[in-house]
Nanobody, 122 residues
Framework: QVPLVESGGGSVQAGASLKLSCLAS????????MAWFRQAPGKEREFVSC???????TYSGSVTGRFTISKDNAKNTLYLQMNSLKPEDTATYYC????????????????WGLGTRVTVSS
């Protein structure tokens, strides 16, 4: 497992931008896919975006065109740039890591951070 720590959450107005960071405590530059999930109060955790071990990015339909996932291997840090935020983006955002490709099954991710809270007001 890879220890992960998210940061960058906050409270913003609709239309604003935020950039989340996820620091991994060890090298994830090779052989790891890393992803962002979110969980709103009273709802199940849902997929946001994944960056595969080959560099391919995938996004949920609700964030496509607004969010961008990226990674700085030198800093062992995964990012999520969130633009044009909407109230429905309000949630706790979690970083996750898994060896190999981005799996479709959330339960295949073995490493999780504790989350960072994002609140978007209208």
């Amino acid at each position: 497992q890879v220890p992960l720590v998210e940061s960058g959450g906050g409270s913003v107005q609709a239309g604003a931008s935020l950039k989340l960071s996820c620091l991994a405590s060890r090298d994830t530059s090779s052989g790891y896919s890393m992803a962002w999930f979110r969980q709103a109060p009273g709802k199940e955790r849902e997929f946001v975006s994944c960056l595969s071990d080959t560099g391919a990015a995938t996004y949920s339909g609700s964030v496509t065109g607004r969010f961008t996932i990226s990674k700085d291997n030198a800093k062992n840090t995964l990012y999520l740039q969130m633009n044009s935020l909407k109230p429905e983006d309000t949630a706790t955002y979690y970083c996750a890591a898994v060896g190999g490709f981005c799996p479709a099954d959330i339960y295949k991710f073995k490493s999780w951070g504790l989350g960072t809270r994002v609140t978007v007001s209208s």
